[in-house]
T-cell receptor, first 114, second 119 residues
Framework: DVKVTQSSRYLVKRTGEKVFLECVQD?????MFWYRQDPGLGLRLIYF???????EKGDIPEGYSVSREKKERFSLILESASTNQTSMYLC?????????????FGPGTRLTVL | AQKITQTQPGMFVQEKEAVTLDCTYD???????LFWYKQPSSGEMIFLIY??????QNATEGRYSLNFQKARKSANLVISASQLGDSAMYFC????????????????FGTGTQLKVEL
């Protein structure tokens, strides 16, 4: 079974802190994604990566950055956390660039910024 | 305009009945794909079913089927013989365009439909 793990289920940070959210997949997938999920808005794509050291902006990249130094690991970074970044963050991975490959999701990290 | 529209924020269905969750999409691409995911209260997203724009037959996976009407740009999920465990949030998502440089299956999600199965 594909497994996507995220470093924390719940996280509480203060405004202005630098926050790292880690995601690891164990199935040698090429693509990795970071989404945020907010009530009434569904999932919105923040960043994605299709290869090591490669990254592409999604629909809402402002206030975030990412890092992919190894194929299995994709990190989301909040350089200076703000209260409007309080949300559920979901990481996903998929096998390759072919369109029919579904994305596999991690359990999510619920981040609260005070 | 939203690319994926799910107009039913909440739905109720009796156990063992069938239920249809609506999804309409907007794209000018000829090649695209449509996905349905289930999110139980525990939070994990579970892939249910996929339909490619060139697939002539409606996709089916067990009790799930996708009613794909290309001309109407709709991709409704049909769950037959509902079970209590089907209570969850359901998301429709779309991948636009053919394989692209830089990630072939970036998805756009709808806002979801909360389904509650009752005894």
């Amino acid at each position: 079974d594909v497994k996507v793990t995220q470093s924390s289920r719940y996280l509480v940070k203060r405004t202005g802190e630098k926050v790292f959210l880690e995601c690891v997949q164990d199935m040698d997938h090429e693509n990795m994604f970071w989404y945020r999920q907010d009530p009434g808005l569904g999932l919105r794509l923040i960043y994605f990566s299709y290869d090591v050291k490669m990254k592409e902006k999604g629909d809402i990249p402002e206030g975030y950055s990412v890092s992919r130094e190894k194929k299995e690991r994709f990190s989301l970074i909040l350089e200076s956390a703000s209260t409007n970044q309080t949300s559920m963050y979901l990481c996903a991975s998929s096998l390759s660039r072919e369109s029919y490959n579904e994305q596999f999701f991690g359990p999510g990290t619920r981040l609260t910024v005070l | 305009a939203q690319k994926i529209t799910q107009t039913q924020p909440g739905m109720f269905v009796q156990e063992k009945e069938a239920v249809t969750l609506d999804c309409t999409y907007d794209t000018s691409d000829q090649s695209y794909g449509l996905f349905w995911y289930k999110q139980p209260s525990s939070g994990e997203m579970i892939f249910l079913i996929y339909q490619g724009s060139y697939d002539e037959q409606n996709a089916t996976e067990g009790r799930y089927s996708l009613n794909f009407q290309k001309a109407r740009k709709s991709a409704n999920l049909v769950i037959s013989a509902s079970q209590l465990g089907d209570s969850a949030m359901y998301f429709c998502a779309m991948r636009e365009g053919p394989e692209l440089t830089g990630g072939g299956n970036k998805l756009t999600f709808g806002t979801g439909t909360q389904l509650k199965v009752e005894l």
